[in-house]
Nanobody, 121 residues
Framework: QVQLVESGGGLVQPGGSLTLSCVAS????????MGWYRQAPGKQRELVAE???????NYADSVAGRFAISRDDARNAVYLHMNSLKPEDTAVYYC???????????????WGQGTQVTVSS
């Protein structure tokens, strides 16, 4: 089974920056999409940013211009660079990788365990 290990969350002041990392335990054969989602208390999980196999990116309106998603295919990793953070960005952030893997079953849609981001003064 494939596991995703997230890191980089924490407490940051408004206006600050954080970078989240998500590294897969197995090698990816081909990527369908990689994404970051978040869930705030009492709210549904929402898409924050995604990147496709071709490198196209898509962002939620609330984070466009402040967040950037990137990936490192050699490390089987995806990152979320967050700038100008606001209190409303506070949530648990989850990474998701939809891909063909070097292990069976070949196709797996995998979620990370979540990392807490708190934006507060």
């Amino acid at each position: 089974q494939v596991q995703l290990v997230e890191s980089g969350g924490g407490l940051v002041q408004p206006g600050g920056s954080l970078t989240l990392s998500c590294v897969a335990s197995r090698r990816i054969l081909s990527i369908n999409s990689m994404g970051w989602y978040r869930q705030a208390p009492g709210k549904q999980r929402e898409l924050v940013a995604e990147i496709t196999s071709g490198g196209n990116t898509n962002y939620a309106d609330s984070v466009a211009g402040r967040f950037a998603i990137s990936r490192d295919d050699a490390r089987n990793a995806v990152y979320l660079h967050m700038n100008s953070l606001k209190p409303e960005d506070t949530a648990v952030y989850y990474c998701n990788i939809d891909a063909q893997w070097t292990v069976m079953p070949r196709y797996q849609n995998v979620w990370g365990q979540g990392t807490q981001v708190t934006v507060s003064s």
